[in-house]
């Protein structure tokens, strides 16, 4: 069993950048880049939804609020994705998760808080 470790959470102020990352120690390179790679968010009294999500083949969507502010990439060397937000908006608001889902494995992340606010 994979445990995904994230970080990069905090509060910043509205037109601010912030980077998380989400990092799975013991897997190994070839079995990362079969992984499809994604960032959900959760914002208070609301539903899960997709961020961005990162495919094995190299395509890429984001959902529509946070295209062209939100960029995903992934570094096999460092077992890593990312997720840089810029020009945040107090909507950003919400606890990000990161997923590493294939066919043989659906791993999610403990959380980090994001918390947009002047």
């Known amino acids: 069993q994979e445990q995904l470790v994230e970080s990069g959470g905090g509060l910043v102020q509205p037109g601010g950048s912030l980077r998380l990352s989400c990092r799975a120690a013991?897997?190994?390179?070839?079995v990362f880049w079969q992984q499809r790679l994604a960032w959900y968010r959760q914002a208070p009294g609301k539903q899960?939804?997709?961020?961005?999500?990162?495919?094995?083949?190299?395509?890429?969507d984001y959902a529509e609020s946070v295209s062209g502010r939100f960029t995903i990439s992934r570094d096999a060397s460092r077992k890593t994705m990312y997720l840089q937000m810029n020009n945040l908006k107090v909507e950003d608001t919400g606890v990000y998760y990161c997923?590493?889902?294939?066919?043989?494995?659906?791993?999610w992340g403990q959380g980090t808080q994001v918390t947009v606010s002047s």
């Open positions: 013991r897997m190994i390179t070839s």
């Open positions: 997923n590493f889902f294939s066919a043989h494995n659906d791993y």
């Open positions: 899960r939804e997709m961020v961005a999500t990162s495919y094995p083949r190299g395509n890429i």
